[in-house]
């Protein structure tokens, strides 16, 4: 399936969600949405940074739903928005 085309939080969300779901690891659906969006990778940092410093430590789009463990550490468990 193709991804979205568009510059929003919510496009790049869905798009980050489509490809974890066609089985890529995160960081790589992140990179392939953020391509896709042509959003230069500095900046997109800088987003991250600054939703994770507002206490929210997930993509927009998403929420945190507990924590796991991954890679030997605990860390969030971030899943999609459900809709209200």
Same mark, same amino acid.
Do not use: F
């Given at each position: $399936? +193709?991804?979205?085309?568009? *510059? =929003? *939080? /919510?496009?790049? @969300?869905?798009? &980050?969600?489509?490809? &974890?779901? #066609?089985?890529?690891?995160? *960081?790589?659906? !992140? #990179? &392939? #949405?953020?391509?896709?969006?042509?959003? +230069?990778?500095?900046? #997109? &940092?800088? =987003?991250? $940074?600054? @939703?994770?410093? =507002?206490?929210?430590? %997930?993509? @927009?789009?998403?929420?945190?739903?507990?924590? *796991? /463990?991954k890679?030997?550490?605990? !860390?969030?468990n %971030?899943i999609?928005?459900?809709?209200?």
């Open positions: $399936m +193709p991804l979205e085309k568009g *510059k =929003s *939080k /919510e496009v790049i @969300s869905r798009n &980050i969600k489509r490809e &974890i779901e #066609a089985g890529k690891p995160q *960081k790589q659906a !992140v #990179a &392939i #949405a953020l391509r896709t969006a042509g959003v +230069p990778k500095q900046d #997109a &940092i800088h =987003s991250y $940074m600054d @939703s994770v410093r =507002s206490g929210n430590p %997930c993509w @927009s789009g998403y929420e945190a739903y507990g924590t *796991k /463990e890679g030997g550490k605990t !860390v969030p %971030c999609p928005k459900r809709p209200k």
